[in-house]
Nanobody
Framework: QLQLVGSGGGLVQPGESLKLSCVAS????????VGWFRQAPGKERAGVRE???????????????NYADSVKGRFTISRDNAANTVYLQMDKLEPEDSGVYYC????????????????WGKGTTVTVSS
């Protein structure tokens, strides 16, 4: 059974950090581009298209990484192929970063659109509040 499981969300104060993990089972994650997408608070019932691209990493070595302008310099995406896992290190968190974060795998990942992703994990909630 193909499955992605995202975890690591929580409640933190502005300026703090979180590290999200996306673990794949039933398939080799290294063969896919992987991205993190965020669904803003209040849009939990919205569909996949309402999810904003946060970061993408290329397949295999992960040498190409892209970020939304709002998180550049604060978030870092990485992958551990041996662990079949992709991570999102989030530093200097801001209240605007709050939302449900979803990891996804597909043939083509771009932070401009979620349409290129084939497999989606369940979301993990990030809340940044003082």
């Amino acid at each position: 059974q193909l499955q992605l499981v995202g975890s690591g969300g929580g409640l933190v104060q502005p300026g703090e950090s979180l590290k999200l993990s996306c673990v794949a089972s039933g398939f080799s994650l290294k063969d896919y581009q992987v991205g993190w997408f965020r669904q803003a608070p209040g849009k939990e019932r919205a569909g996949v298209r309402e999810r904003d691209g946060i970061s993408c990493i290329s397949s295999n070595s992960g040498s190409n990484r892209n970020y939304a302008d709002s998180v550049k310099g604060r978030f870092t995406i990485s992958r551990d192929n041996a662990a079949n896992t992709v991570y999102l290190q989030m530093d200097k968190l801001e209240p605007e970063d709050s939302g449900v974060y979803y990891c996804a795998a597909g043939p083509r990942c771009t932070v401009r659109s979620s349409s290129g992703m084939a497999y989606w994990g369940k979301g993990t909630t990030v809340t940044v509040s003082s």
